[in-house]
Nanobody, 120 residues
Framework: QVQLVESGGDLVQAGGSLRLSCAASGSIFRVNDMGWYRQAPGKQRELVAG???????DYVDSVKGRFTISRDNATNTVYLQMTSLKPEDTALYYCYAKILVTRWYENNYWGQGTQVTVSS
């Protein structure tokens, strides 16, 4: 079994910062891509940021220059540093990971979500 456990969501004022963390644990051969999605009420889930095992990153345009994704391969943890937060960043943030559970079998896993609320 594989679990992704997120933490770091909170209520913050506009202009503030938060750091989200997500740790993968369980029967893992190797963690490949990791990243963060978010879903605001009444909106579709969108990819916020992704990072490959080698460290290549990608961001949705709306967070470029404000959010930074990073990871620690030794602990199978991905982070999302969020700065200059805006009310439109308010959403439930989900961690995801593509994980090899054996040398030959990869599956996608999701965290339970952590709420980020930005007040104006």
């Amino acid at each position: 079994q594989v679990q992704l456990v997120e933490s770091g969501g909170d209520l913050v004022q506009a202009g503030g910062s938060l750091r989200l963390s997500c740790a993968a644990s369980g029967s893992i051969f190797r963690v490949n891509d990791m990243g963060w999605y978010r879903q605001a009420p009444g909106k579709q889930r969108e990819l916020v940021a992704g990072i490959t095992r080698g460290g290549s990153v990608d961001y949705v345009d709306s967070v470029k220059g404000r959010f930074t994704i990073s990871r620690d391969n030794a602990t199978n943890t991905v982070y999302l540093q969020m700065t200059s937060l805006k009310p439109e960043d308010t959403a439930l943030y989900y961690c995801y990971a593509k994980i090899l559970v054996t040398r030959w079998y990869e599956n996608n896993y999701w965290g339970q979500g952590t709420q980020v609320t930005v007040s104006s």
